[in-house]
């Protein structure tokens, strides 16, 4: 399969630790997405990269969310100290030159 | 602030029912497109309109954006209930934002009772 993957599909953590997920994009596609969408709701972006440099980061995400993507591959979405708030599921997406994004599955956190 | 809305939020139909999906920008876009998430599952891009009052069709699917390009619709002619899942548009608002920080509706949910 040469989707998107992520890893874990699952997380549940006690508030307050700090979680990391991770994100490989279609190959080749440089352009790569993080998304938090909840029950009901439609995806909410959180953060863009293209290649290794993160363009644009939403004002909703907080100090205790950092996302990087060192070599322009693969990605990783970390959280500092989960809140119940930070329950979600979390979404990764690719694109090319075209503006069609492809998700993965997505990592399901649960904060209790 | 900056939004995308879509009506209505829920709808179920018979098999064989026609279906429509309303979303309204509150700015013009560049480009607005439709994605589909069947339960439990990830969105699946499905189309990207661009041009003013552009239709596409794809078999039973009917997509238009509007003149004034803040508002676009997607049809199903006969529902099948392969069509269950929730329908969401997005657009890139802009305001400084770039033409791929895309912006969701909340979605509508289509039921289908065979």
């Known amino acids: 399969d040469t989707g998107v993957s992520q890893d874990p599909r699952h997380k549940i953590t006690k508030r307050g630790q700090n979680v990391t997920f991770r994100c490989d994009p279609i190959?080749?596609?440089?352009?790569l997405y993080w998304y938090r969408q909840t029950l009901g709701q439609g995806p909410e972006f959180l953060t863009y990269?293209?290649?290794?440099?993160?363009?644009?980061k939403s004002r909703l995400l907080s100090d205790r969310f950092s996302a990087e993507r060192p070599k322009g591959s693969f990605s990783t979405l970390e959280i500092q100290r989960t809140e119940q708030g930070d329950s979600a599921m979390y979404l990764c997406?690719?694109?090319?030159?075209?503006?069609?994004?492809?998700f993965g599955p997505g990592t399901r956190l649960t904060v209790l | 602030g900056q939004q995308v809305m879509q009506i209505p939020q829920y709808q179920h139909v018979q098999e064989g029912e026609d279906f429509t999906t309303y979303c309204n920008s509150s700015?013009?876009?560049?480009?607005i497109q439709w994605y589909k998430q069947r339960p439990g599952g990830h969105p699946v891009f499905l189309i990207q309109?661009?041009?003013?009052?552009e239709v596409k069709k794809q078999k039973r699917l009917t997509f238009q954006f509007g003149e004034a390009k803040k508002n676009s619709s997607l049809h199903i002619t006969a529902t099948q209930t392969t069509d269950v899942g929730t329908y969401f548009c997005?657009?890139?608002?802009?305001?400084?934002?770039?033409?791929?920080?895309?912006?969701f509706g909340k979605g509508t949910l289509l039921t289908v009772n065979p």
């Open positions: 997406a690719s694109s090319d030159l075209g503006n069609e994004q492809f």
């Open positions: 190959s080749e596609h440089n352009r």
């Open positions: 990269f293209q290649n290794e440099a993160q363009l644009e």
């Open positions: 700015t013009t876009l560049s480009n």
């Open positions: 309109l661009v041009k003013s009052g």
């Open positions: 997005a657009g890139p608002l802009r305001s400084g934002g770039s033409n791929y920080k895309l912006t």
